[in-house]
T-cell receptor
Framework: AQSVAQPEDQVNVAEGNPLTVKCTYS??????LFWYVQYPNRGLQFLLKYITGDNLVKGSYGFEAEFNKSQTSFHLKKPSALVSDSALYFCAVRDEGAGNMLTFGGGTRLMVKP | DTGVSQDPRHKITKRGQNVTFRCDPISEHNRLYWYRQTLGQGPEFLTYFQNEAQLEKSRLLSDRFSAERPKGSFSTLEIQRTEQGDSAMYLC??????????FGAGTRLSVL
């Protein structure tokens, strides 16, 4: 079975400050990891993914995430937050050998204040 | 717009009625997925098609739910005898092979 935990329901950060949204996962095999963002009344938009290779992956809108196998984590980061980054962020995992379904975390609401 | 398209965007129905949702994937994508998202939760996988074949089904997909993708292009998700617990956002996604899944805006179902 695969699972994802996003321990923070909400993260508050001031505009211009760095942000981190946490994600830990559990899979039996090799993980494929994803971050998606959801704006109100919109579907999920893909931000970035880790499949293999460099542990630091860069994605859209200046976001990046670091894969840490020993800590089974895939935290989302951005060096300088924008007010427009305020949204709901979802981490998702797919087990390489266990089908095509994505398992999502419960989401973290990011609030960036001016 | 060449993204994933879902119709309708909103559906209000009375308990016991049947509803059907449609999803049009990105044109060259051979895989299509349905997820359900309830308020305050992450999306939960329901089912997945490769071309016209339904290859995976979640235990969440009760007998009242049926999904089709008859020609390997658009898909429909039907819920029979709706219950209040079916109220949720139903999301469709598509992908080319096992690559990134791209999501539509969803259909929000409200069962009264």
């Amino acid at each position: 079975a695969q699972s994802v935990a996003q321990p923070e329901d909400q993260v508050n950060v001031a505009e211009g400050n760095p942000l981190t949204v946490k994600c830990t996962y559990s899979v039996s095999g090799n993980p494929y990891l994803f971050w998606y963002v959801q704006y109100p009344n919109r579907g999920l938009q893909f931000l970035l993914k880790y499949i293999t290779g460099d542990n630091l992956v860069k994605g859209s809108y200046g976001f990046e995430a670091e894969f840490n196998k020993s800590q089974t984590s895939f935290h989302l980061k951005k060096p300088s937050a924008l007010v427009s980054d305020s949204a709901l962020y979802f981490c998702a995992v797919r087990d390489e050998g266990a089908g095509n379904m994505l398992t999502f975390g419960g989401g973290t609401r990011l609030m960036v204040k001016p | 717009d060449t993204g994933v398209s879902q119709d309708p965007r909103h559906k209000i129905t009375k308990r016991g009625q049947n509803v059907t949702f449609r999803c049009d994937p990105i044109s060259e994508h051979n895989r299509l997925y349905w997820y359900r998202q309830t308020l305050g939760q992450g999306p939960e996988f329901l089912t997945y098609f490769q071309n016209e074949a339904q290859l995976e089904k979640s235990r969440l997909l009760s007998d009242r739910f049926s999904a089709e993708r008859p020609k390997g292009s658009f898909s429909t998700l039907e819920i029979q005898r709706t219950e209040q617990g079916d109220s949720a956002m139903y999301l469709c996604a598509s992908s080319l092979g096992s690559s990134i899944q791209y999501f539509g805006a969803g259909t929000r179902l409200s069962v009264l």
